[in-house]
Each structure stands twice: as C-alpha cells, then as structure tokens.
C-alpha cells in the first residue's frame, strides 16, 4: 500500500485516534441520547456540517421530497 506524507511529520491515524478519545472522554458517562445531542450540537458549530447539510438538501432528492 502507497502511503503519502503531504504534510511532513503528520500522521492522520494518530490525531484521529487522540480526537477520539478526547470525545470518549466527554461522553463516556451520558445516555445514549445525551451523546447524539453533544455530537450533533459539536457538529453544528462545524463549517463543514453547514455546507454539507446546504448541499445534502439541494442535491439529494429524498430530502427534496421530505421537505416539501
């Protein structure tokens, strides 16, 4: 398998697997609803989640269809 280092020193595998255990942390002791609630408020703050929600309903016909 090929790997790529486009950012010298990084390691993609590592940082994901810290940012994992920090939320773990957070979480760990909530219900399962409170932990849906924090991750979906978490996302919310996210410039990602804002335009892949954007582009979900614009592009994807079922939301199209459950939102009229």
């Known amino acids: 398998m090929k790997t790529s280092?486009?950012?010298p020193g990084f390691d993609a595998l590592?940082?994901?697997e810290e940012l994992?255990?920090?939320?773990?942390a957070v979480i760990k002791d909530m219900t399962?609803?409170?932990q849906v609630a924090?991750?979906?408020?978490a996302g919310q703050r996210s410039p990602i989640w804002k335009r892949t929600?954007?582009?979900?309903?614009?592009?994807?016909?079922?939301k199209k269809k459950e939102m009229a």
Do not use: L
């Open 20 to 24: 994992q255990a920090k939320v773990y």
């Open 14 to 16: 590592k940082m994901k």
């Open 38 to 41: 924090y991750i979906n408020k």
């Open 32 to 34: 399962p609803e409170e």
């Open 53 to 62: 929600e954007t582009t979900e309903t614009s592009t994807n016909p079922r």
């Open 5 to 7: 280092n486009a950012i």
